[in-house]
């Protein structure tokens, strides 16, 4: 499918999902791993593309989008973030709030 036949029949601007394609190829989407410049959509790259435009139109964006998009593969800096975030609201010392951290984001590699 090519991107402007996926734009018609979602009501899109070109524009609009070509932005989609690129954040997903620059982000290294599992979808675009193989993706060919110029070449049709994918069902798979298609879906994606849907799917990024879906969560953008609701307002999400930057780590939020992120991780909507790459459920599986969450960063570390996100989850040590979140960490960190836990661990100041319960005023526990930077000191253990690092072993704390660190042994949390072991548990999460197993």
């Known amino acids: ?8 029949d979602l009501n899109a601007s070109c524009r609009c999902l070509r932005r989609a394609k690129n954040w997903l190829i620059e982000n290294r989407h ?22 990024y435009r879906s969560y953008t139109t609701a307002g999400i964006k930057g ?3 992120t991780e909507k998009m790459f459920p599986d593969t969450v960063t570390p800096n996100a989850k040590k973030n ?15 709030a690092a072993q704390l951290t660190h042994s949390i984001l072991e548990i999460f590699k197993s």
């Open 30 to 51: 599992p979808s675009f791993a193989d993706y060919v410049p110029d070449s049709p959509l994918s069902p798979k790259q298609a879906a994606a593309i849907i799917r």
């Open 82 to 96: 979140a960490l960190k975030d836990l661990f100041e609201q319960h005023n526990i010392s930077p000191e253990q």
């Open 1 to 8: 499918m090519s991107l402007r036949q996926l734009a018609q």
């Open 63 to 65: 780590d939020a989008l």
